[in-house]
């Protein structure tokens, strides 16, 4: 067995397989050792693509391009992916306007570069009986950038926090 599970070469031990060529015609159904003669003659391998088949589907390719090629398309995938962060801004429900402002703006640098805002207003002590307050710092922060987020997740409490997730509004 190879490093990525697929049976090559002298590996494929079952009666019959169903051979493809480099160009994608069928050869039809033969003895491995018939097929892997064929292969060699071409100087390419004999790839197991479809095991589980009835018989197995063996192709006769080059595999150390194919693995080659393959890697290649994973790491662009990679590549083209985007990856969203959490970012956080905490605040206090005894918070100043200026102070709320500069949180509004902070989200909203983070919402236009593509990431997650979980807001969290922490209540210490008594604070926690008056959780209205909490929810309303939430809501108004979610009114200031309503044009670069969506609610993803209402205010909640969790423990002594009150956290709401902010997404970042897809462009059209």
């Known amino acids: 067995m190879s490093d990525r599970g697929l049976r090559v070469n002298e590996d494929i031990r079952v009666r019959e397989i169903r051979v493809i060529d480099e160009n994608g015609e069928q050869l039809g159904v033969m003895a491995p050792r018939d097929a892997l003669r064929i292969a060699r003659e071409r100087g390419l391998d004999l790839v197991e693509v479809a095991p589980t088949a009835r018989p197995p589907v063996c192709r006769v390719m080059d595999y150390g391009k194919f693995m080659y090629e393959k890697s290649k398309k994973e790491r662009e995938s990679r590549k083209n992916q985007k990856i969203i962060k959490i970012k956080e ?5 005894k918070i100043d306007d200026h102070d ?16 997650k805002v979980k807001a969290t207003v922490r209540f210490r002590g008594r604070e ?45």
Do not use: C, T
């Open 89 to 93: 801004v905490r605040i206090s429900p």
């Open 128 to 172: 926690i009986v008056h959780s209205d307050i909490g929810k309303r710092l939430l809501e108004d922060l979610a009114q200031l950038v309503q044009d670069y987020a969506v609610v993803e997740r209402d205010p909640r409490i969790e423990g002594r926090n009150m956290i709401m997730i902010l997404a970042p509004k897809q462009s059209d």
């Open 100 to 115: 709320f402002s500069v949180r509004a703006k902070n989200a909203a640098g983070f919402l236009q570069k593509g990431n």
